[in-house]
Structure formats: C-alpha cells, structure tokens
C-alpha cells in the first residue's frame, strides 16, 4: 500500500501463543496484528513479561513462527529498532530504549504509544493497581510520535488529564474476536461440569483481584449459592492477590458443585463457555473498555455490570449495581432478580447482543491503523 509503512514491531508483554493465560491487552495485539497483515504488512510481535534487558524475549515472526532470544539486547543484535518502520508500545517499561530512537536525526520508526487505561485515574480513584507496566506511563506519553486511544470513556479522560498532548491522540476504540457456537463443544462443556437443564448459569471473566471487583463477588456469591442450589458460576481468570485465591478455593470447596473455576481458557473455547451460560457478571471497578463484557453480551448472556461510565452504550440493556459505600444489598438484589425472571435475562441479553452485534460490524480497526501509520 503506497505511503504506508511496511515494516511493523508491536512490543507487548503477553500473547496467546499457547495455552498459558492471556488477557485483554494479548487479545488487542492480536487483533491489530491481523489486521496489519491484512494490509499487506510485515508484522513483528515482541513478548516478554519481564522489560529488562537480560530476561528472554519471544518474537512472533510475519509468518507466525515463534524466534526466541536470550535477552533484548540479543534481540537487537538481529533486528535493530531503527530498522522497522513503526514501533508500537502496547506498554511502557522500555522508554529509555525507545528515546534514542526518538533522539535519531536520520530516518527513523514512527514511535506510537497504545494505551490501554490511564495510570493516574486508577490512582485518583483510589485504585492500588498491580499492573507494573504502566509505571512509565507519562514518560511513554512524552515521547511518542503518536497515541492510541481504546475508548471514548478513555479518550475524555485523556484529554482531561492530559490536554497538552492532545494533537498526538487517535481514538481506535477496541473491538471484538468472535466465534461461532460449537454444539459438540457445549454438550461436552455440560457433561464435564455435571450441569442439567434446569440449571442457571453465570460467568466471570477477569483478573483475581481487588481492581476487577473480584472481592465483591466472592463475598457475596454465597447468599445465592445458598438460596438457589440450581444456580452455578464459572469463575475464569488468573488469581493476582493471594487472599482472593484463598477466599475462591473456601467458596469452591463449600459449594463443589455450584462454583467452577478454571484459570485460563483459550478464546475459541471460552466462547463456548459464553454460550453455555446465561448471565455474565462485571464487578470491576475501573475497566476502560471491558473486552469481556461485550464478548458475554454477543453470546447473549443477560449482564450485570457495576455502574461505570464506560458501560454508558449498555443502558436500558443491563442490570446496574453500584458499590458505593459498604451495602452491597443492590448487586445481591439485582443477582437475584435476573435469576429468578427468565423473560427478564431474555429481554436484557437480546438488547445488550444486538449493542454489540451492530458495533463489531462497523469494525473500522484495519482503516483506522492505516490511516495512522500512513
């Protein structure tokens, strides 16, 4: 494609490449990925989970196979930064890096930064994160060339935050991998798990941690466990807080046959877990676009979602909660309610499936990417 860069390095710090955990960031990579290729590009994907220059880094290759490197500085010794066309940080550690690119009189990569939530508003919120790779956020800000925003609740934050740098900023919104129902896969997925026909079931998808609300919902799941013995979850996601994965393993051994949990599921798959269940909960309290609540309303699970800006398109389409405050009584009372009325869960998940089904339709990320790299 005439004026577009051809030459592509995305630096991550996770992928799905194999069956270990992978989260919404590795799921946005891949996205971008692909459709970087689809515009005939050479596409380089840098993975390392530790930004130090002697730890091991992966490098998936254009043509999908994996190269492993001993250190970063090996890594530079075959593939030069200033040699690609355009380096895109989905996070931030490697900044002194990425400055002497930036430094370079000569020709040089466009550097652009992809943020995928702000720092400081986790912070303001009064959000202790664990996410070390967005110490450097502000930094990684300064220097790119060019920034890519997730979302519109994102992109007012940024300029608020931010309105100085406001002439690098290109709102990309996220979107979504889909896949079709797998009736083989669900029927296996319901023998495995013992689950009958008149079961109701729910799922969580998201990081064990105080952040995502993971708290909230192993607190109060057991005063529905108890009142419904035909109500079960599926809890998926990697335990980051010990005392969350202690509580979870409590609440697994009190209700064994009620409470599934299963570490990390491969995204095929995972869409069949979707399509088992009726009901996806979101109790995060900070989320900047939520991949996983737009995946569970595809599938037409009924959603109940903390009542963040972020969820605004889902209005009239969702039961809402808030935490404010230490009553949790309406999350309880809104869990209830939608277990009991299936006209209800039916009415909720038709809306929130057709939100989402017509906003992964107008999917504008391949011409957004182009026109940003031209």
Known sequence: MDGINKKILLITFEYPTGKSYCGGVGQIVKQCRNALIDLGLDVYVLITAEFRKKYPVRLLLPDGSIQTFQSFWKFQKEYELVSFDAIVQHFVNWTRELKKVAVKRDKRPLIIYHFHSILRREKDSGFKTLNKFMIKQEEMIEIADKIICPSVYEYDNFSRYFPEFLNKVRLVEN?????DVDEEEI??????????????????????????GAHILLDEIPKVLRKFSNHKIFIVGKALERSLYRRLLRLRKEYPDQVFYIRYIEKRRLYQYYYTCHMYVNTSLSESFSLSAHEGAYCRNALILNNLPVFDKFKNAALFFSNCGSDRNEFIERYRGLLKDSSLRQKLSKKASRIVKEFSTHDRLKEDLSSLLC
């Open 187 to 212: 029927r296996a997925i319901r023998k495995r798990h013992n689950l009958k026909d008149n079961d109701v079931l729910s799922i969580y998808v998201g990081r064990l941690e105080r952040i995502k």
């Open 175 to 179: 979107t979504i991998e889909t896949f």
